[in-house]
């Protein structure tokens, strides 16, 4: 699998064979991209369409596309008739697992992450509404192998590090790894956020 950070929440996840996967497209994605599934973690009040994207999650659900299974989960209560304003996903990518939280206003439910399953890969949001420290926790009851922080200043991979007990890696360009290739012991993956254009 590769894993590419384009900045903010929008990651790249490829796995030869399977459908790619893009999690919260803004509009722009980098030339020559071709992804089939956009994941949006805080989705539009209605549908909306992403051009060059066939399927685009932003309802709960089970999906299986292109061989890429996917669990999707409102992050907060439901609310009768009304859409969900904030998705937690998990995506499983013949047997390589992978949540995606995205950015979250508070720590979730044991339940909810019983759902998501057990993550090999852990995509973390730090700029949100939970702090360095319960980020830590998280990442403590999870248990992933990898775990790629999402960060906004060097500063936030910086306390997360220190509050992970974990020394602060060199970022990367792509992280690439299988499912034969984990770490027995978590580990903490920067990546340096690539230009879209």
Known sequence: MEITWYGNNLVKL????????????????????????????QPEALDVTIPGIHHLLQRPG?????????????????VPEQPARRLMFGFD???????????????PTQSMLEKLGTPHILLLTLSSGISAAKAAELVRQLEPKLVIPLYSTPEELKKFSKELGLEEPAA?????????????????????????N
């Open 93 to 107: 990518f013949s047997g390589l697992s992978v949540i995606f939280p995205g950015p979250l206003e508070k720590a």
């Open 172 to 196: 990367l360009s792509v992280l690439k790894t299988a499912i034969t290739s984990l770490p027995e012991e978590t580990r903490l993956v920067a990546l340096a956020a690539q230009n879209i």
């Open 14 to 41: 490829s796995e030869k064979g399977l459908a790619t996967l893009i999690t919260n497209p803004s509009g722009a994605r980098p030339a020559g991209w071709k992804a089939e599934i956009a994941a949006l973690s």
């Open 62 to 78: 089970e999906y299986e596309i292109g061989g890429v299974f996917i669990t999707a989960l409102s992050a907060d209560a439901p």
